[in-house]
């Protein structure tokens, strides 16, 4: 912990970089909504003893004085406002690589300790989807109608899972409300961050909390990024036929 702040009814966003987060859109979106309310540091939850550090590897960080500095991989959570009357915990986290029931306990832990009644997961995922289209959106929740209220498709997926999944389920015992929200984008489509994904999570997840945030920027972003994809699917004969196949086939379902 790098402070003790007293919250009240905040509510908790929560990405990690890898298995769940395709196109790098649910960490990107954390990320902009972190700065968009300027948010401060919280607590972090080491990665010494849950990742793998040479498949997540630390980074080193040129500093003004010339000195070097090394950026552990981890958890990091921090807070701050979206307006005068809540508050808002925003987490940025890597999957970890092992002891996953171990990790699920201090999460847990932590949001106990804040009195977060409300923890919204986000994820990505990829799909045989059109690039061109409005990213589509799923999930899952505690409370089913709410996703009807905010226009999201329930999730019936079933298989492996990421640790957004088993940590939904974790905080579910201690009667947490959960939101998981996923974007599904094009399989084809390898660019990272994918500012569309980010921000169709960021639309839903605004929605879910009643906010406002200014998206204009993200809106610049995924502009350009939609232009870029068009043109490199434009020069790309093997790859244009297969989103035209794509779109025959969502045409006709």
């Not at 970089?17 to 401060?40: K, L, M, P, R």
């Not at 847990?108 to 409005?134: F, H, N, W």
């Not at 939904?168 to 974007?183: Q, T």
């Amino acid at each position: 912990m790098h402070v003790h702040p007293t919250l009240s009814d905040a509510c908790m966003v929560a990405a990690f970089e890898g298995w769940n987060d395709a196109g790098e859109a649910a960490t990107h979106a954390v990320s902009y909504v972190a700065q968009a309310i300027g948010s401060v540091p919280l607590a972090e939850i080491d990665g010494e003893e849950f990742l793998d550090f040479t498949v997540r590897r630390p980074v080193l960080r040129l500093l003004e004085n010339g000195e070097r500095e090394v950026i552990w991989p981890g958890t990091r959570f921090a807070y701050g406002s979206p307006d005068a009357s809540r508050e808002l915990v925003v987490v940025h986290g890597v999957e970890p690589h092992v002891k996953w029931r171990h990790y699920c306990e201090i999460f847990a832990e932590l949001v106990t300790r804040l009195r977060i009644p409300r923890v919204i997961l986000l994820g990505a995922y990829v799909a045989d989807v059109v690039y061109s289209r409005p990213v589509g959106v799923t999930g899952f929740a505690t409370r089913e109608r709410l996703l009807e209220e905010i226009g999201v498709s329930h999730s019936r997926y079933e298989g492996p899972s990421g640790i957004v999944g088993v940590l939904a389920e974790r905080l579910r015992r201690d009667d947490v409300e959960i939101v998981s929200l996923w974007a599904g984008l094009p399989h084809y489509i390898t660019a990272s961050p994918n500012p569309r994904g980010a921000l169709a999570l960021i639309q839903k997840l605004t929605a879910v909390l009643d906010i406002k945030i200014d998206e204009e920027p993200l809106r610049r972003d995924a502009a350009v990024f939609e232009e870029k994809i068009s043109s490199l699917v434009a020069s790309d004969p093997e790859l244009s036929e297969y989103v035209r196949q794509l779109k025959r086939r969502e045409f006709a379902q």
